[in-house]
C-alpha cells in the first residue's frame, strides 16, 4: 500500500507570493490533517478535513487555508507569504480518528 | 501556555538502558498520539491511546486520563531508538491537535 504522498518536496518563494501544496492520503483514509513544524515553534495544527468538510482548524490566520477533493486528496494554500512561513509542512491521513500516517513533508523557504 | 508538557527535553543513555519519557496535558482529550521524528526523516505514529496501556516490541505507552498524564516506555534501548519523541493530544472540544517539544534521545554504543 502506497504512503502519503507530499509534492513538492522543496519550494522556494518569495514574500507576497501565494503557494499551494499538495497530499495524496494512503487509499481508504478519508481524513487529511495539515501541520507547520518550525524549529522555534515544533509542530502545529493546521486544519483537518474529512469527506470534503473543514473538521476543525488551529490557530492561523486566514492566510492558510485548505480543500479536499472528493477522491480525499487534499491541498493547502498560503497566500501573501511572509518570511515566517518557512517551515515544513506536514500532512498526515487515518481511516478517522485512528493512527495518523505522515508524509515527508513540503518545506518552503520564503526569501 | 503549553497545552501539553513533555519531559525532559534531552535524555542521553547508553545502549541496553530502560527510557521513560513524559507527557502531562492541560485540555480534555478524545486520544493521545505517542510519534517519533528520525533527524531528517519523517514522522512515524507510535501509539494512540485514550486510556489504559499498549505495548509494541520494546515500546509501552500509558495513560492515566484522571492525572492527565502519559508515559512512553523504551526496554533494552538501541541507538537506532535515537529519535525525536512528540507527545500529541486531540482536544474534545473543538477536536484540535495540541503538541509538546519534543524529546530529544541520544543512545549511546
Known amino acids: ?111 | 501556555k503549553n497545552e501539553v508538557e513533555q519531559s525532559p527535553q534531552n535524555l542521553t543513555a547508553q545502549e541496553g538502558e530502560f527510557i521513560t519519557i513524559n507527557c502531562s496535558y492541560s485540555v480534555g482529550i478524545s486520544a493521545l498520539h505517542w510519534l517519533q521524528q528520525h533527524p531528517g526523516g519523517g514522522i512515524v505514529s507510535l501509539f494512540m491511546l485514550s486510556s489504559g496501556k499498549k505495548k509494541h516490541g520494546r515500546l509501552i505507552a500509558t495513560i492515566n486520563i484522571q492525572e492527565k498524564h502519559s508515559s512512553l516506555h523504551i526496554t533494552a534501548s538501541h541507538p537506532r531508538d535515537s529519535a525525536v519523541y512528540i507527545c500529541a493530544v486531540r482536544g474534545r472540544t473543538g477536536n484540535q491537535f495540541y503538541f509538546g517539544t519534543g524529546t530529544s534521545l541520544t543512545v549511546i554504543p
Open chain 1, 1 to 111: 500500500k502506497a504512503g502519503v504522498t507530499q509534492t513538492p518536496r522543496y519550494l522556494i518563494k518569495t514574500r507576497g507570493q501565494q503557494v499551494t501544496l499538495s497530499c495524496s492520503p494512503i487509499s481508504g483514509h478519508r481524513s487529511v490533517s495539515w501541520y507547520q513544524q518550525t524549529p522555534g515553534q515544533g509542530l502545529q495544527f493546521l486544519f483537518e478535513y474529512f469527506s470534503e468538510t473543514q473538521r476543525n482548524k488551529g490557530n492561523f490566520p486566514g492566510r492558510f487555508s485548505g480543500r479536499q477533493f472528493s477522491n480525499s486528496r487534499s491541498e493547502m494554500n498560503v497566500s501573501t507569504l511572509e518570511l515566517g512561513d518557512s517551515a515544513l509542512y506536514l500532512c498526515a491521513s487515518s481511516i478517522d480518528n485512528e493512527k495518523l500516517f505522515f508524509g515527508s513533508g513540503t518545506q518552503l523557504s520564503v526569501l
